[in-house]
Each structure stands twice: as structure tokens, then as C-alpha cells.
């Protein structure tokens, strides 16, 4: 048995309140189950019940055997010393000093609560199936279904601009770095986005717009601190690229922290960390201000002219240094364009708005991904052939969330699919 099924069934009071008493068989009458507490402390506080004629207001503990509270040792914490209930589904101690002492009732629900409830629950979190419910989602009314979607939806966003702020916090309140940093995370898909993400850090954007109207120089730090410089490659573009960074990093005193060794070249020659490093020179280059930019987008059309730009010449024609390639690289394609929106920009735009205060960022920032295709990765191909249709980013977005932070958690008991499929008791 999880606790979590004891928070549901408090908090919405899912067991007969007629007649209620403690286990001291005082009558007890429920004003308010209070607010879910998330937090480090007791499970719901500011809650308000009555204990014969007496009203009380503070906090709820919850258990599934009175002992657990011992067993965690909240005797001994300041948090838990101001309770005005215990609820659990079995009072298992028949001392209960602590309660006796402090005067605080419990409330054993075993008596009260659905057996049936309770067994549903259980098969719920047992199933082996990908996500727990999957028969019951093809026979769910669809509005309930959608309004949910549309709230995880919104969850992902909040907790992207949670960590983006967090983020802005650490780096001094530099919003800007921690986009470009972002940015360069999702230009190295999934072989060499760390590495990506490394080279933004040890290489600031405030450094790189210093030589913004030089690609040269742009390709000479980025290429250098990627520890990409340190071959032994007899090439006159190679060399004059070594000589510049030296130059640089003694100027600046930079530290080079990757090396040739941190790049995964297992991918297709137009993905190769190269390519995805001059095409980063080739959007820096005269564009000192791409953050603003992208931040202030009124279409994401606009997105399309800020970072599609073919890298210099010698990239066109190369994968790697010293080695020619049988086709023609171009700016990065529209397929990386749209990871980079759902994943980077739009974030970012709802972040903004969130750090000034200002919601048409907000609403600008939902709006876009309502606009954008449909992610295809497995999951979303998965919930697709389980009958959850899928038309735009927003609607992708919302699943990714359910998957990960509901489903494969076994949050059921937190989903509104799990509550309607307990409420009607249909999980067999």
C-alpha cells in the first residue's frame, strides 16, 4: 500500500463521513482536509475539523499504520509537534503516548474506506502494461481527457521556466547565457549535447560578441575551446585557425576543457559536433543581439531568418578538418529548427515574461507551440497507438509530461485519468 492513495482519499474525502469518529470514539467532523503540502513537514496543512465541541485549525498527518509516525521519527521534529490529526488506514499502536501526551485524535480509516478503492489502487500500481491505465484512456470521455492535456501542458512549461530561472539566479540574473547555453544543448541533438552545452559554459556569449563581425575569429574560439584544435593537421585553414586561438586564449586567459576525445562523431556526417559548431559561428556572426531577437518573436517564421545561415565556405565543403565531404553543408535544417523552438525558444519567451511580469509572453510562447507539428518520438507514436491523437507541439509537450513525471513515476493517484478510473471503480 502507497500513501498516496491515503492523500486522495482525504483530501476528496472518499470514505463515508457519517457518523465519524476518532479512535477514542469522539465524534469528528471534517470543515476543511487543507492544503497538500509538498514540502518537507506534515502531509496537509491549514486544515480545520471538529472534535466534539471543540474547533481546531492546523496541520494533518498522514500514515498508513499509527506506528509509521515513529517509525519516522517525527516525535523528534519540530514540524510535526503542532498536529491537530493523525489519519491512518490501521491504528496499530495501542500506546500512543506522543498523541496521548500532545492530545492529538486519530482518525483510522480501514473501517470507512472502500475496499474496492483500495484494491483498484493496488492493481493500478501493479499493472505491468506501459502506462497503467491504457485500457481505460480509449473509453474516457474526451473532454476531461483533453482539459487535462492542457493543464500538463502548461505543467511543463512552468517547470521549464522553473529551472531556466533557477538557472538565470546562478548566473548572475544572465538570461542571455543561459539561452545561449540552451541553445547550444539542442544544436548537439542527443550525441553531443552535453559536450555542446560545455562548450556554451567555458565559452560565454559576452566573449563571443566581442568578435561577432569576425566569423574567423568566432570559429578560432569555439573550435578551440572544443579542444578540436589540439591535431596535428597540416591544412593552412586548420593552422590559421590554431594560431588565432592561441592568441585569443592567452588574451582572454581561457582554459580549454574539452578535448577531441568528448565528440561522438557516430551520426550522420551533417550532424558531425563540426558542422554543428560552425553553423553556431555562422548564427553569432553579426547577430549580437539573437537573444532579444528571439525573445521579441511576433511569427515563428521569424525564427527561421535568425538562425538559418550557411557556415563559411570552408564548411560547405568539409565534415571534419582536412576531410573533404561528397555533398554540400548547408544552415541547419527546419526538422532542428522545430526541436530548438519547442525545447529552447519557447521556454525562454515564457521565462521572460514570467522574469518582467509582463503574460503576453506567456500566452505568445503557449500560442507558438499550438502552431508547431506534432513531436513523433516513440513516446508520442506509443500514446497515438493507444488512442491519444496528437496535432501540435502543445499536445506533445502535455504527453512527454504525462509519461515521464506521471506514468512511469506511478503518480496515478495525482492524474485526473487515474482519479476518474478509481472513481468509477472500473479497474479490474
Known sequence: MHEEILHYIWQYQKFDSN???????????????GKGNDSQGPDFLNAKIKIGEITLAGNVEIHI?????????????????????????????????????????TLELAAIVSEKLLHSYEQLLGTKKWIPCQHFIPDMHRLPLNMWLQRLGVERLENKTKTILDDWENKGRNLEQSFFESLCRY???????????HLAKCTPL??????????????????????????????????????????????????TILKESSWNYKCRPPAFPTIRIAQLAAILF????????CVNLHRLSQLEKILIHEPSPYWRKHYQFGKQGKNKTGAIGKMLIQIIS?????????????????????????????????EK???????????????????????IQLKTLYCDLRKCIRCTIGQKLLENSTYV
Do not use: C, W
Open 19 to 33: 457518523n465519524l469518529k476518532t479512535t477514542e470514539g469522539v465524534p469528528l467532523s471534517i470543515l476543511s482536509t
Open 65 to 105: 499504520q499509527s506506528s509509521d509516525f515513529f517509525k519516522h521519527n517525527h516525535q523528534h521534529d519540530p514540524n510535526y509537534q503542532n498536529i491537530i490529526l493523525h489519519v491512518v488506514l490501521q491504528d496499530d499502536d495501542d500506546k500512543n503516548d506522543f498523541f496521548k501526551d500532545k492530545n492529538i485524535p
Open 187 to 197: 544544436l548537439g541533438v542527443s550525441k553531443n549535447k552535453d559536450s555542446m552545452m
Open 206 to 255: 559576452q566573449l563571443l560578441n566581442k568578435y561577432s563581425d569576425n566569423i574567423f575569429m568566432l570559429e578560432a574560439l569555439l573550435f578551440g575551446q572544443a579542444g578540436m584544435l589540439e591535431q596535428n593537421i597540416e591544412e593552412d585553414y586548420f593552422l590559421m585557425l590554431k594560431k588565432e586561438y592561441t592568441f585569443l586564449q592567452k588574451k582572454h586567459q581561457l582554459k
Open 286 to 293: 553579426k547577430n549580437k543581439s539573437f537573444f532579444d531577437s
Open 342 to 374: 519547442i525545447n529552447t525558444v519557447i521556454p525562454f519567451i515564457f521565462a521572460y515574461g514570467r522574469s518582467i511580469a509582463d503574460e503576453k509572453y506567456e500566452q505568445r510562447a503557449a500560442d507558438f507551440l499550438e502552431k508547431i507539428p506534432s
Open 377 to 399: 518520438n516513440a513516446i508520442i507514436k506509443k500514446f497515438n497507438q493507444i488512442g491519444i491523437e496528437t496535432n501540435s507541439a502543445a499536445d506533445s509537450q502535455a504527453l
